[in-house]
T-cell receptor, first 111, second 115 residues
Framework: AQKVTQAQTEISVVEKEDVTLDCVYE???????LFWYKQPPSGELVFLIR??????QNEISGRYSWNFQKSTSSFNFTITASQVVDSAVYFC????????FGTGTRLKVLA | DAMVIQNPRYQVTQFGKPVTLSCSQT?????MYWYQQKSSQAPKLLFH???????NEADTPDNFQSRRPNTSFCFLDIRSPGLGDAAMYLC??????????????FGAGSRLTVL
């Protein structure tokens, strides 16, 4: 069975600090996909990134970067120079057209 | 802009009084999903429509039903809401071409309160 674990329930940082959100997944599939979504206070989940199991290349998008390591079954998300607008709940998920979500990490960025 | 619209955003109902939540999309996506998200928890998939085919999750209570009269609309019916059904209900859509993982587009959610 698939499982996604986000051990960090809540993280608080001061603006401009870097922060890493952890995600550990379990799957028996050889082909699988991993995702990160952001849920701001407004409630709407917003897609951030998708990664397939064959592509372990790390990705950087502006202040966001993702580190995918199959050896440790992890797909961690780093925000560099955090901003107050980054405050949200971040969900890691695994699946294809049906997802299993982790329980989310609430990030609070303090001014 | 193409998007997923959920109505109402906030719904208050009484214990046992049926409620219907709606979702519409202008994306022409073939897959539509309903997720239940309770406070500080992960979204939990209730069911999804793949085109016209309804797919229920094994642990979704019978109290929850869904209808998809056309590509654009999907409804969530809760026949007899209990206090435990108070949650945010999220509608999402995706286009599945059978060639990889789908990216879900979510609506803003409908928050249900049961008195």
């Amino acid at each position: 069975a698939q499982k996604v674990t986000q051990a960090q329930t809540e993280i608080s940082v001061v603006e401009k600090e870097d922060v890493t959100l952890d995600c550990v997944y379990e799957t028996r599939d050889t082909t699988y996909y991993l995702f990160w979504y952001k849920q701001p206070p407004s409630g709407e989940l917003v897609f951030l990134i998708r990664r397939n199991s064959f592509d372990e290349q790390n990705e950087i998008s502006g202040r966001y970067s993702w580190n995918f390591q199959k050896s440790t079954s992890s797909f961690n998300f780093t925000i560099t120079a955090s901003q107050v607008v980054d405050s949200a709940v971040y969900f890691c998920a695994s699946g294809t057209y049906k997802y299993i979500f982790g329980t989310g990490t609430r990030l609070k960025v303090l001014a | 802009d193409a998007m997923v619209i959920q109505n109402p955003r906030y719904q208050v109902t009484q214990f046992g009084k049926p409620v219907t939540l709606s979702c519409s999309q202008t994306l022409n996506h073939n897959v539509m999903y309903w997720y239940q998200q309770k406070s500080s928890q992960a979204p939990k998939l209730l069911f999804h429509y793949y085109d016209k085919d309804f797919n229920n999750e094994a642990d979704t209570p019978d109290n929850f039903q869904s209808r998809r009269p056309n590509t654009s609309f999907c409804f969530l019916d809760i026949r007899s809401p209990g206090l435990g059904d108070a949650a945010m209900y999220l509608c999402a859509t995706s286009v599945d071409r059978g060639n990889g993982a789908n990216v879900l587009t979510f609506g803003a959610g409908s928050r249900l309160t049961v008195l």
